[in-house]
């Protein structure tokens, strides 16, 4: 193989890579600050991606509906994600890992039948506008152009939240609860708010990143089964609450994907859930997590 | 231990069991119909249309007073979510608990092998319309299954026969094949890889790909193959994966650099993709409509089916109502709705269809019906591209000899 | 003591009378609530008794399941000798991924036995030459002294899920299972007075996983098929749902909660494609309103159903049951 197609292979696990991160940013901020592995995490990337597929839709005569339709997804979702907050996780907090995990499964399934009664079975596709229909060439390598905006898109997400946890006041009180909720609390700040905009941010990012997946190919039923296992041995692997970790984890699922598929396409899957068992057994807390309080 | 508590809890369930357990039985009037296709997952682009496709045959059907006049047909529509266990159970479901005498099943090849020998042992028609693959009738024949789509050999060697004309015509040397690693996919390009080295032995198969059933991200595969600019690429994928191959291959230019003949582009991808699909493109379809609108069956159909969805009717509408419509000849020719009148009288039957007149091979009750291969092109009566030249590809010029598949059953046993 | 016995007798009489009451689909259902009571109280073994969450118990029941139907189609072995054959297949499968697993606790614990699920599941799912891949294996028939009619396998099912209950009994109340009990309840302290923790919870994951592989095996010719499916998370979680459902704390919970569960799923899905989100809905009720399953419920309304010196099946947050 050249360097032009290693290259091409290169960036093309790079961008699945970016669209791993935007899901599991979400699900690794959740899981740090607050404990809870949100089994919904993907159904709600999916909802948000059905949300941008409406709004685009309905805006169609204007020329930004496209991009326009990519934050209002975040939102919408965000706004779901708020009232399940709301309603359901507060009243989980404290449960047993079980409960908790059984809650967010079935939240899941609920949500996938949701989507289908809402938008029906049938696939959605989105066109694109002119701009980036055609390929760019990098270097000789071909790129979907969209995937150019995919991967500023994941740059600017990961800049904002790493900007958002070192150099604000809210980042920081995030991150103290990350490594100790009990300080938090105990500095007098309520942590049920505190996990309230959490877990809506961590929803945010979610359809966010819904809404980016999907212009590319069409939006159907079940896609959120095949990502939420994946999106999971990006936060084991980087580790969880660590947002260089979701970083770092989603480019090594990215590229080993990529380039597994070119010599042993039956062993992509294989590996990754190897190489997500081994971090398990030899380092649980992943790359750059830190060791959990129990 | 608490039995005590087990045995209220179970004394509470029988009772409501009992309950239920009268609801079961059926009156024998209606001809229960199950359907059982996958409308989620990979296949719920083309079982959609399919569903509509009953729906249709089914109306008018019920509007002369169903079968034979007086068996009104109720429909059954389970999602087998393009899963072989799955659609094994609900096709279970549908005979023990809903009492179907027939199911038409599935968009996955994989599912109607799996649901063949069901249909088998509880003594149930089967009729594939939508999935294809040659294992459904050549290997381990069902009495019971009957299959009135092309199958894999049948479409394959159409394709393939097309492409190697045109590989030898252009002196091409090597290829690629990118085919959905399931049933259909296996089998096809099995057939295919055969065809073309005997017609065109100048040809190497350079690497094949096989992207797992329901992939969505295509871009490795994508930017894989054209690092190896092979001299064509030979597609086998279908319903929601080919749709999202070839959107995703067009923004790479894949299909203005490389040559893409003879893949399954159907009148799903015709309509779905009207405004970016290719022209000039040579492809492979199964049941097209605008192949037979001389025939006044497809004609009405064509009508009727607009007038009901405000669209054409894809290929799988066509297949599934044609299925619904052997199944009622086959109930005339026996005069009875038993499932055993039915059966014997539909081995080697001839039928009408929208398709036009067509018998089933008695050796593997496959239809002898016809694979059609064409040019891409616009056309102003209909809003979206369509075949052109299209080479219809008989069913007695593409099926397997017989000899050939008595072979392989023997070697099967 | 009396009551213990008549009550018993009374569950196996329900159990043998019914197949000949009730129509033939419901027959079905009772057999499968039979097959998966098994696989549901196998994993009880490691969540109820050893207090920790497997998420891939199902890897194990696929891998007896796998066993059997292979054995039977491409080398027509007999069905009995394949059951234990599928016992030994998943333990061994368990004995060197539990290995891994039984080193960790709590979250650790269910990710990686939830990692190493889907590593079964794809490796059965991409070996298309040995296992058929997705079109998982058909024609996986009761053997010819059964035959294919739903009333004998029924009964063959009872008597399997019978006597594999009463040894997973035995195995509960013996010292054995105290030592699981113990090692749920404080594991530092266990390992304070010798026991190697390590080692018995990796005992335990065996023989919960054997236990789950002759549920699995079971269900192959039951099915007339097996696919790699069975061993997803998602196929994971059912135990898990229906060990909650009846009542996580109690031998027989689980056989409820499998009882409840495919009942109403039999029940619901003849009138809605929509079961992901009914069986969503109950699963969210009973955790948040029932937290002992069904069977604590029935502790709590029917007060004379309740034997002295059961837990009340609450615990605190570390996972400790309250007395």
């Known amino acids: ?294 | 231990m608490d039995f005590r508590k087990t045995t209220a809890f179970f004394v509470t369930v029988i009772t409501c069991l009992f309950f239920f357990g009268m609801t079961g039985v059926k009156a024998a009037e209606p001809y229960n119909l199950g359907v059982a296709l996958g409308l989620t997952g990979a296949g719920a682009l083309y079982s959609a249309d399919g569903v509509e496709g009953i729906k249709l045959a089914v109306e008018e059907i019920n509007a002369k007073g169903g079968f034979l006049g007086q068996h009104k047909i109720e429909l059954f529509i389970r999602d087998s979510q393009t899963k072989p266990d799955v659609g094994v159970r609900e096709v279970k479901d549908l005979i023990l608990r809903d009492k179907i005498r027939a199911v038409i099943n599935d968009y996955s090849s994989a599912v109607a092998v799996a649901v063949k020998p069901i249909a088998q042992e509880y003594k149930v028609l089967h009729i594939a319309a939508i999935s294809n693959s040659e294992n459904i009738t050549k290997i381990n024949p069902s009495p019971y299954t009957f299959q009135v789509v092309p199958n894999t050999y049948m479409q394959g060697k159409a394709s393939a026969v097309a492409v190697a004309k045109i590989a030898n015509q252009k002196g091409w040397k090597e290829y690629i094949t990118i085919a959905s690693d399931y049933e259909w996919g296996r089998s096809t390009q099995d057939e295919v890889v055969k065809v073309l080295k005997a017609l065109a032995p100048n040809l190497t198969l350079k690497k094949e790909f096989w992207p797992r059933l329901g992939e969505a991200q295509f871009t490795s595969y994508i930017t894989g193959i054209m690092a190896m600019k092979p001299d064509f690429v030979f597609g086998i994928l279908a319903s929601n994966d080919n749709v999202a191959w070839m959107e995703q291959a067009k923004t790479y230019g894949f299909f203005d650099k490389i040559p893409y003949p003879g893949s399954l582009i159907t009148v799903t991808e015709l309509q779905l993709q009207a405004k970016t699909l290719p022209r000039n493109m040579i492809a492979l379809t199964r049941a097209p409509f605008f192949a037979h609108m001389d025939i006044p069956m497809m004609a009405d159909f064509v009508k009727n089916y607009r007038a009901k969805y405000n669209k054409y009717p894809s290929d799988w509408a066509v297949l599934c109502y044609d299925a619904v419509y052997t199944l009622k000849q086959g109930v005339e020719k026996a005069k009875s709705i038993d499932t055993e009148k039915v059966k014997d009288e539909m081995k080697g039957m001839t039928v009408n269809l929208t398709r036009g007149k067509l018998t089933f091979r008695a050796i593997d009750n496959q239809l002898s019906c016809s694979s059609y291969v064409g040019t891409i092109t616009d056309d102003p009566r209909y809003p979206f591209p369509i075949y052109k030249d299209i080479v219809e590809v008989k069913g007695s010029e593409s099926e397997r000899p017989e000899s050939e598949i008595l072979e392989a059953r023997k070697a099967a046993k | 003591m009396k009551n213990k016995t008549l009550f018993a007798v009374i569950l196996i009489l329900l159990a043998v009378v019914l197949p000949f009451i009730v129509p033939v689909f419901w027959v079905h259902v009772l057999t499968e609530i039979l097959i998966m009571g098994l696989f549901a109280a196998s994993f009880n073994m490691i969540f109820g008794y050893m207090g920790q969450l497997t998420f891939g118990h199902a890897a194990y029941y696929g891998v007896g399941a796998y066993t059997t139907g292979l054995l039977m189609v491409k080398a027509n072995v007999p069905l009995l000798v394949c059951l234990p054959l599928s016992m030994l297949s998943a333990g061994l499968c368990a004995a060197l991924l539990g290995y891994f697993c039984v080193k960790l606790r709590g979250i650790y614990f269910a990710i990686l036995t939830m990692a190493f699920g889907q590593l079964v599941y794809y490796i059965i799912f991409q070996w298309y030459s040995f296992t058929g891949g997705d079109n998982g294996l058909q024609g996986i028939v009761p053997p010819e002294f059964l035959g294919k009619a739903a009333n004998p396998y029924y009964f063959f099912t009872l008597t399997v899920v019978t006597i594999g209950m009463i040894a997973l009994w035995i195995i509960s109340e013996s010292p054995f299972g105290y030592t699981m009990r113990a090692i749920r309840d404080n594991a530092e302290r266990t390992e304070f007075i010798g026991i190697n923790v390590q080692r018995y919870m990796l005992l335990n994951f065996i023989i919960a996983a054997m236990f789950a592989g002759l549920a699995g095996a079971l269900w192959g010719p039951f099915n007339r098929s097996v696919a790699p499916d069975l061993t997803n998370w998602q196929h994971s979680g059912m135990p898990v749902f229906m060990t909650v459902m009846g009542g996580p704390f109690s031998f027989l919970g689980p056989l409820v909660g499998s009882a409840i569960y495919t009942f109403l799923m039999a029940l619901v899905t003849s009138f809605t494609e929509y079961w992901p989100l009914v069986s969503g809905v109950i699963i969210i009720l009973v955790v948040l309103l029932m937290p002992g399953g069904f069977l604590g419920l029935l502790d709590e309304k029917f007060p004379f159903l309740m034997r002295k010196g059961n837990g009340t099946g609450k615990t605190d947050g570390q996972g400790r049951q309250e007395r």
């Open chain 1, 1 to 294: 193989m050249d360097i032009t197609s290693l290259f091409t292979q290169f960036l093309s696990g790079l961008t699945y890579g970016t669209i791993l991160f935007l899901v599991a940013a979400g699900l690794s901020l959740i899981f740090g600050v607050m404990n809870i592995l949100n089994f919904a995490h993907a159904a709600l990337w999916l909802m948000g991606a059905y949300f941008s597929y409406t709004f685009w839709n309905l805006m169609q005569s204007y020329s930004f509906a496209f991009w326009l339709s990519i934050p209002l997804a975040g939102f919408a979702a965000a706004a779901v994600g708020w009232v399940l907050e709301m309603v359901l996780i507060k009243r989980i907090y404290k449960r047993e890992l079980y409960e908790q995990l059984l809650i967010t499964y079935s939240v899941a399934l609920i949500l996938s039948d949701t989507i289908k009664l809402t938008w029906g079975v049938t696939n959605k596709l989105i066109v694109r506008p002119e701009m980036i229909r055609k390929p760019v060439f990098i270097f000789g390598a071909p790129l979907d152009s969209y995937f150019i905006f995919v991967i500023l898109a994941g740059a600017a997400v990961a800049i904002g939240l790493w900007w958002f946890l070192k150099y604000t006041r809210y980042g920081h009180i995030v991150k103290a609860a990350v490594f100790s909720r009990e300080m938090v609390s105990a500095l007098g700040i309520p942590i049920p708010r505190i996990y309230t905009w959490v877990f809506t941010l961590g929803i945010f990012l979610a359809g966010f990143a819904g809404g980016i997946q999907a212009p590319i190919g069409s939006i159907t039923l079940g896609m959120d089964t095949a990502i939420i296992i994946q999106a999971f041995c990006v936060v084991v692997i980087g580790g969880f609450g660590s947002l260089l970790g979701t970083l770092v984890g989603s480019l090594i699922v990215g590229e080993v994907m990529s380039f597994t598929i070119l010599f042993w396409p039956e062993g992509a899957m294989v590996l990754i859930f190897v190489i997500t068992a081994a971090i398990l057994i030899v380092r649980p807390w992943g790359l750059f997590g830190t060791p959990m309080r129990t």
